[in-house]
Nanobody, 117 residues
Framework: QVQLVESGGDLVQPGGSPRLSCVAS????????MGWYRQAPGKQRDLVAT???????NYADSVKGRFTISKDNAKNTLYLQMNSLKPEDTAVYYC???????????WGQGTQVTVSS
């Protein structure tokens, strides 16, 4: 079993630049892929960004050029640097990890990001 704990969510003003973190309870060196997803009220959970063990990244069109996903294997931590936030970025952000040996999905509990003036 793997626990993922997100942090960094907050109430931010439009244009703000918070950074989300996700700490895994075991090493992330053996991941297949990690990522961030978000769910706005009344909507489905959508992909924000993913990163593979080799560092290949993928982004939703809506966040390209504004968000950056990265990981620190030594700290077992996944990050999401969010820049130029817009009100439509308001959502609960979830961390996801898929480990290579099982391809099982693990999810964090989510962290709320609210963009409002």
């Amino acid at each position: 079993q793997v626990q993922l704990v997100e942090s960094g969510g907050d109430l931010v003003q439009p244009g703000g630049s918070p950074r989300l973190s996700c700490v895994a309870s075991r090493s992330i060196r053996s991941i297949y892929r990690m990522g961030w997803y978000r769910q706005a009220p009344g909507k489905q959970r959508d992909l924000v960004a993913t990163i593979t063990s080799g560092g290949n990244t993928n982004y939703a069109d809506s966040v390209k050029g504004r968000f950056t996903i990265s990981k620190d294997n030594a700290k077992n931590t996944l990050y999401l640097q969010m820049n130029s936030l817009k009100p439509e970025d308001t959502a609960v952000y979830y961390c996801n990890a898929v480990y290579s040996e099982t391809l099982r999905n693990y999810w964090g509990q989510g962290t709320q990001v609210t963009v409002s003036s």
